[in-house]
């Protein structure tokens, strides 16, 4: 018989494992204490019989009674069966005792762990709603008030519509067909009827935008919607993984010699010939950093963030985004292992000649695009930065200036990026890095949607220091009566530029 064993059937397995090390050492110390008083038993016993009874000691194999338990040849096994003895009433007696507090055990059902208390009824019986009662579809989607809406969400970016889901009505009709058609959102139970289906994809979509343009709480949704917020979050989960799935049809650097024409030329306008777009790198706030990657991610801005590289055009468009980084990485780093620019570097990109001017007025070729940047990035041939420690009056320093001035169009992404999307702004409170990715790049992706929106800027300023820029930034819907002007300025551009070379 083995104790283990004794006390592993008798007790609960929670209980046993506190006991078992106990009575372990009791064996040891048990085992040395019989075999011990074995050998002076059987000493006595020689000496008892031989001046008593005159005869000889028995053999080894001799016990001293019937009920013995001691096995003189054997004196091991004699220990096991004395223990097995002597150990009951002490087995009974941890039986009978109460174990401590924190265990909980109860010893007479060896299934209490598993019952849990009933749960009782709920107070209130639980309705689903009705989307045709919703807030939302009443105040901005009901056919008696959508012709309003479309007016005042393209008209008014400061509008009530706007400020809570930061696009106007027919962008989010758009992405509505988009679902609708790809099947990402189907018939349900509550959801029978093509109408139904509708207004629900509309008011998942419009609060799908709401948490991203305002920073808003799931909880804080089914008021205005009519459905639940458990709903919402796997929505919204949904919403980011599909249109992360069609990333490259909103986010692409130009990908045919035509289309890398159109971003050139509008640098070639500004006298910058050959250039490629702006590069930077955004560091956003990560409210639910895990504790084991707060170091990595607590860079300069002293609270974990992590960094995306962002490739912009001159209008403001989003031409590629690079992979999610931790906060403590440079641009150095960062723009090493970005795949943007390791296409613009080796791939067909290379090849493209484009024209410059020299000092003297001399017309030369260059082969391959680059892209402008600040002084923090690597210095390689696709990558010019102003030049450092030149006066302001030189040429160099001139040139700089001018440099800058342009570079500044992907700082403006990241201001429009984030006043527009709070979500970047107030801090992501997503834990998996790989949804924080994906939120930003569904963010640059509906910010190039958006882009329709923006009406065209233009200076009558050269360099655009000192003064601000007519229409930088400026939110319009439709063409107005500047747009003529707009376009004669810059053909009169243009023409100033090569009658200049």
């Known amino acids: 018989i083995n104790i283990n064993n004794i006390i592993i059937m008798r007790l609960d397995d929670s209980w046993s494992l506190l006991l078992q090390q106990e009575f372990h050492n009791f064996e040891k110390q048990c085992r040395a204490e019989f075999e011990a008083e074995i050998v002076a038993e059987y000493k006595r016993f020689e000496v008892d019989t031989e001046n008593d009874f005159g005869i000889d000691p028995p053999t080894p194999t001799t016990t001293h009674a019937s009920d013995s338990p001691f096995d003189y040849d054997d004196p091991l096994r004699a ?13 009974n007696y941890h039986t009978d005792i109460n174990p401590p507090e924190h265990f909980d055990i109860d010893f007479d059902d060896a299934n209490a762990s598993d019952k849990r208390r009933p749960r009782q009824s709920n107070q209130f019986e639980y309705k689903f709603g009705d989307v045709f009662d919703a807030n939302w579809y009443r105040k901005f989607l009901h056919p008696d008030v959508r012709e309003r809406t479309y007016l005042e969400s393209e008209r008014d970016r400061y509008g009530q519509f706007r400020s809570l889901f930061r696009m106007p009505l027919k962008k989010v009709d758009n992405l509505v067909h988009l679902f609708l058609d790809k099947g990402w959102i189907r018939y349900t139970r509550h959801c029978p009827s093509d109408e139904h289906l509708v207004v629900k994809a509309q008011l998942l979509i419009l609060a799908a935008l709401n948490v991203l343009g305002t920073h808003s709480s799931f909880r804080t949704l089914p ?12 929505f919204f989960h949904l919403f980011i993984d599909k249109m992360y799935s069609i990333k490259d049809e909103y986010i692409c650097y130009p990908r045919d010699r035509e289309a890398l024409n159109a971003v050139m030329k509008r640098y070639f ?5 050959g250039c490629g777009g702006s590069i930077d790198v955004v560091h956003l706030k990560w409210s639910a950093c895990p504790s084991g990657d707060a170091n990595r991610c607590k860079g300069k801005e002293g609270y974990p963030t992590l960094a995306f590289e962002v490739i912009s055009g001159y209008d403001r468009q989003i031409l590629g985004v690079a992979a999610v980084q931790f906060g403590t990485r440079n641009d150095k780093h960062i723009v090493k292992i970005d795949e943007n620019v390791t296409k613009i570097r080796d791939g067909w990109y290379s090849t493209v000649e484009w024209e ?36 302001v009056a030189s040429r160099e320093g001139y040139f700089s200036a001018h440099l800058e001035s342009i570079r500044k169009d992907v700082e403006c992404v990241f201001g429009i990026l984030k006043k527009r999307w709070k979500i970047l702004e107030y801090g992501i409170r ?28 233009e200076t009558n300023d050269r360099v655009g220091r000192g003064t601000p820029n007519p229409g930088d930034a400026i939110w319009l819907a439709g063409p107005d009566d500047g747009d003529q002007v707009v376009q004669n300025w810059s053909d009169t551009r243009v023409k100033a530029a090569a009658r200049d070379w």
């Open 79 to 91: 220990y096991e069966a004395f223990l097995a003895d002597d150990l009951a009433e002490d087995i």
């Open 223 to 234: 008021s205005n919607t009519e459905i639940s917020a458990s709903a919402h979050r796997i």
């Open 269 to 273: 306008e500004v006298f910058l010939p």
């Open 356 to 391: 410059y001017l020299d000092a003297h007025g001399g017309r030369h070729k260059a082969v391959g695009i680059y892209l402008i940047c600040d002084g923090g990035y690597l210095r390689w041939p696709i990558l010019i930065c102003p030049y450092t420690g030149r006066s």
């Open 430 to 457: 997503f834990r998996d890095i790989k949804i924080v990715e994906k939120i930003f790049n569904v963010c640059c992706m509906l910010h190039n949607d958006m882009l329709s929106e923006m009406k065209t800027r």
